[in-house]
């Protein structure tokens, strides 16, 4: 699997997140080597919490599988998943997940606490991480830069 090719399109899901002043975080989700869901973060645009890249992406692969269970799957996400995202990535049984940067505030696969490889849970999913970090984190960097100069204006 080409672990870059993925990266750089949940990269453009993030860009598409950046250019509607949303956290510029995206995800995408494989099967067979195929882009099954894609997802960028819509919390602001859309009013809703839930609306995080990693769920929108979820949603759009069990409608492409026609199943809850995304068994044989790789999640590509730009920035480490929050609590919620990390849960939901467990549920959906995702085989592999592949992040670009860590996130020290809320990442759970691994910075704060790892939900995906708690000895409680049934499920197990492969960690791997540092694909695209630096663009990544650059990008959530400018990001976050622009909105503080935002704020003094």
Request: net charge negative; proline share 2%.
């Amino acid at each position: 699997m080409d672990y870059e090719y993925f990266m750089k399109e949940a990269y453009k899901e993030a860009l598409s997140a950046y250019e509607l002043s949303e956290v510029p975080i995206g995800a995408v989700i494989v099967y067979e080597d195929k882009i099954i869901g894609r997802g960028s973060n819509r919390r602001n645009t859309l009013k809703n919490s839930l609306m995080h890249a990693e769920i929108m992406a979820i949603n759009e692969a069990c409608k492409y599988m026609g199943d809850w269970r995304l068994e044989d799957t790789s999640m590509f996400v730009t920035v480490e998943p929050c609590p919620m995202c990390a849960g939901a990535i467990l549920q959906a049984r995702i085989k592999t997940l592949v992040f670009g940067t860590r996130n020290k505030k809320a990442g759970s696969c691994g910075s704060l606490i790892n939900i995906l490889d708690h000895d409680g849970y049934n499920h197990k999913t492969e960690i791997i991480e540092g694909i695209m970090q630096e663009e990544c984190k650059a990008l959530m960097s400018s990001f976050f830069k622009d909105l503080r100069e935002s704020f003094k204006k």
